[in-house]
Each structure stands twice: as structure tokens, then as C-alpha cells.
């Protein structure tokens, strides 16, 4: 199924009518969103993308100077299906066809607390090269700065310029917005969160300072909330309870306009390097559920954080590889925004399951780790 729409981009939800449940997403914006609902959208900004999903959709965005309407038309001509990935035997072929390498950071540079082995060797040949790096994660908890501090204390040297998490993410779609001055943004999230709606000027309540709360449901009972905040934003929340869930959801479904943004619906993360952890699309999807509303994703594979680099840097997004180690959100972000990919198997996907009948989301390619772009042969 072709899905492509023409208008401006950047689009707020403002209203939801129903849209065939049998379909597993709906785009917003070249934006994936979630399962089986249809919006009405509000144009903001112009931005000209193309969106690639692994159902075999193509969705259209092109640039308006001035409409704020938006159309879509639906065709039954599906996208070509992805040729299998291919196993990377020639590292130098690929590096030297790029400009730039937008690496992951969980699963791909470290897990947990602990660095992968190669990678500073890697990132160090890559730099000697001339090649531009660029770490993105859909790990909402820290701020670039904080992420900075993060890199340093594993005894790598990266800049807060080159980091894009999906906190910052949040923030600069807000910002690109022009979220009004006197709205307020209802975080369901950690720190870092936090921290990047305060270096934007915006004003928000919520947080980690909301996990002690508790309600005490008796007769009668009436939860007030702020009737100023025009968003939600939701990320992954180690102090999430009843009482952000109920407050989030009174501000979706009765402030007028009230936006619904996930930094990502990631199902798990690495909290250690032991085992997988419940994600942020955990939070999400309770928010999701009781607001009967679907938000709009500004972390991978969403290409917004896609077309801010290029813009950012000036890149072209054939000059990127995208490297991550997870084939619905890393994967499909590159191939989404039209990039080279590299699947890492140093992370949650295995080789099985990128060859699985089951699997329709295809790298150009496949290694073991990023240390296999240091050698000159690579083996998988």
C-alpha cells in the first residue's frame, strides 16, 4: 500500500476520527505514529521528507510555502521489498562512500555502564579519516550535556554538538513549533527531559518530582490539573505511577489542543548489561491506553531528528550510514530518511532475526560489531 501526502510539515494533532483498524500505523508528517487511527493535522513548518516504513508504505511530505492543509491519497501499488542485508566483507568500501556515521549509543557504543569492545579504536579511525560522527539515542533520561558526561567517564572524547538524544529531540520540535510562551509541557520522563525544555525557554511541571505522589481515591474525589498545558511529553520513566498517568491524561483529553509527543516507543533498553529492561514504549503505551490517542514520535524512526542533523550540518542524507543494532527503530530511521545502514549484532538483534521469513526491515548491511569496520576484511 502507498500512502503519500503533500503539504507543509511538522504537524500537530489536533483531532482523531477513526481510520482502518486493520492497519498497523498511520504517518503524521512523515512522522510514524502509532496503530489504526487517522488524524486531522495543523501544518507548522517546511520541511520536505520522505518516509519509507517496513510495511511497504511510502509517505510523501513536500513543502508548502503557505498551505496549512493537508491531503493524502492512498494507492494499492506496494514498495518494493528491501533486498536481503549483505554481511560487511568490505569495510573500507562502505566508509569511503560516506561522509558521515550516525552511530546508536545503547547496544552499539556500550551497554549499560560498559564500553563495547573496539569501539574507541573505531570511532579514532573513523575521525582520522576526515569522516563526521554523530551519536543519536532514543534514551530520553539525560541531556546532551549529561550524555557528554557519559561519554567521558567510558574515555571518549565526543563533543555535546555531536550527541542528539531524544530529550533534545522533544525540546527542538517544540521549539520548531513555536510552542506558544505561555503553555506549559507535562513531562512524563526523567532529568533529561527536564533539563532540555529549561535550555529552550520552555516552561514545564512533572518529572521525577511527580513519583512520590500518590492519590487517594475515596468518594468523591476530583483530580485538579493545570489547565495551561498545551503538551505531554513522554519518556521513558523509572518513576512512573497512577498519578502521572491520570494527570497526563487529564491534559490530553481536556485541555483544548493539547499535543501527545513520545520520544520514542522503544519496548526495551539496556539499564544494565545483563538483560533487556521494559522501555519507554511501556510508559507510552499506558498513556496511549487510557487517552485513546496516539502520540507524535520525535525519536527514531521518526525522521525528524533526521532532518534536523542534515539540516544541522549540511549533509546529505546519501553522504550518512546509520549504524544501530535495532532493525525497527535504528534501521528503519536510516532507511527512513534515505541513508546507508549497518545492522551491529552487538546489541538486542541476533542474526536469526534479521534473517527471519518474518523480518521486513533489511540493512544494506550486517556486522558483528563496529569494530569490524576497523578491519580490512571483515568476518561475520
Known amino acids: 500500500m502507498m500512502l503519500m501526502t503533500s503539504s507543509s510539515t511538522n504537524y500537530n494533532i489536533i483531532s482523531i476520527s477513526t481510520c482502518s483498524s486493520s492497519r498497523r500505523s498511520c504517518v503524521a508528517g512523515g512522522t510514524l505514529i502509532g496503530?489504526?487511527?487517522?488524524?486531522?493535522?495543523?501544518?507548522?513548518?517546511?520541511?520536505?521528507?520522505?518516509?519509507?516504513?517496513?510495511?511497504?508504505?511510502?509517505?510523501?511530505?513536500?513543502?508548502s510555502s503557505s498551505s496549512s492543509s493537508s491531503k493524502m491519497e492512498i494507492s494499492n501499488h506496494p514498495a518494493a521489498a528491501a533486498a536481503a542485508a549483505q554481511?560487511?566483507?568490505?569495510?573500507d568500501e562502505l566508509i569511503d562512500s560516506v561522509e558521515t556515521f550516525i552511530f546508536d549509543c545503547d547496544g552499539v557504543?556500550?551497554?549499560?555502564?560498559?564500553?563495547?569492545?573496539g569501539v574507541p579504536q573505531t570511532l579514532d579511525m573513523l575521525r582520522s579519516k576526515g569522516k563526521r560522527l554523530v551519536f543519536v539515542t532514543n534514551n530520553s533520561t539525560k541531556s546532551r550535556k549529561q550524555y557528554g558526561k557519559k561519554f567521558e567517564t567510558l574515555g571518549l572524547t565526543v563533543s555535546e554538538e555531536e550527541i542528539f538524544a531524544s530529550s533534545f529531540a522533544a525540546a527542538a520540535y517544540l521549539k520548531s513549533i513555536d510552542f506558544p510562551k505561555d503553555k506549559k509541557v507535562y513531562v512524563v520522563g526523567e532529568d533529561?527531559?527536564?533539563?532540555?525544555?529549561?535550555?529552550?525557554?520552555?516552561?514545564?511541571?512533572?518529572?521525577?518530582?511527580?513519583?512520590?505522589?500518590?492519590?487517594e481515591l475515596k468518594?468523591?474525589?476530583?483530580?485538579?490539573?493545570?489547565?495551561?498545558?498545551?503538551?505531554?511529553?513522554?519518556?521513558?520513566?523509572?518513576?512512573?505511577?497512577?498519578?502521572?498517568?491520570?494527570?497526563?491524561?487529564?491534559?490530553?483529553r481536556e485541555n483544548p489542543g493539547c499535543l501527545f509527543i513520545a520520544t520514542n516507543r522503544d519496548a526495551v533498553t539496556h539499564l544494565t548489561d545483563a538483560q533487556e529492561w521494559a522501555g519507554g514504549g511501556s510508559m507510552v503505551g499506558a498513556i496511549s491506553g487510557s487517552t485513546q490517542r496516539e502520540p507524535l514520535v520525535v525519536g527514531k524512526p521518526s525522521t525528524f531528528m533526521m532532518d534536523y542533523l542534515a539540516t544541522k550540518f549540511g549533509i546529505l542524507k546519501s553522504q550518512i550510514c546509520m549504524v544501530g543494532d535495532r532493525l525497527d527503530t535504528d534501521?528503519?530511521?536510516?532507511?527512513?530518511?534515505?541513508?546507508?545502514?549497518?545492522l551491529v549484532l552487538s546489541g538486542v538483534t541476533s542474526l536469526s532475526m534479521l534473517q527471519s521469513p518474518n523480518n521486513s526491515i533489511q540493512p544494506d548491511f550486517y556486522a558483528r560489531g563496529i569494530s569490524d569496520l576497523s578491519l580490512k576484511v571483515a568476518s561475520v
Open 35 to 63: 496503530p489504526s487511527l487517522n488524524y486531522r493535522f495543523l501544518a507548522n513548518k517546511n520541511i520536505s521528507t520522505t518516509t519509507h516504513l517496513s510495511s511497504g508504505w511510502r509517505i510523501n511530505s513536500s513543502s
Open 87 to 91: 554481511p560487511l566483507l568490505n569495510p
Open 109 to 117: 557504543i556500550w551497554k549499560g555502564d560498559s564500553l563495547i569492545d
Open 192 to 215: 533529561g527531559i527536564l533539563k532540555e525544555l529549561q535550555l529552550a525557554g520552555i516552561q514545564y511541571l512533572g518529572g521525577p518530582d511527580d513519583g512520590g505522589k500518590n492519590i
Open 219 to 252: 468518594p468523591g474525589y476530583l483530580m485538579e490539573h493545570d489547565e495551561s498545558v498545551g503538551a505531554v511529553v513522554v519518556g521513558f520513566d523509572r518513576y512512573f505511577n497512577y498519578y502521572k498517568i491520570q494527570y497526563a491524561t487529564l491534559c490530553i
Open 331 to 342: 534501521i528503519l530511521f536510516g532507511r527512513n530518511g534515505g541513508c546507508k545502514t549497518l
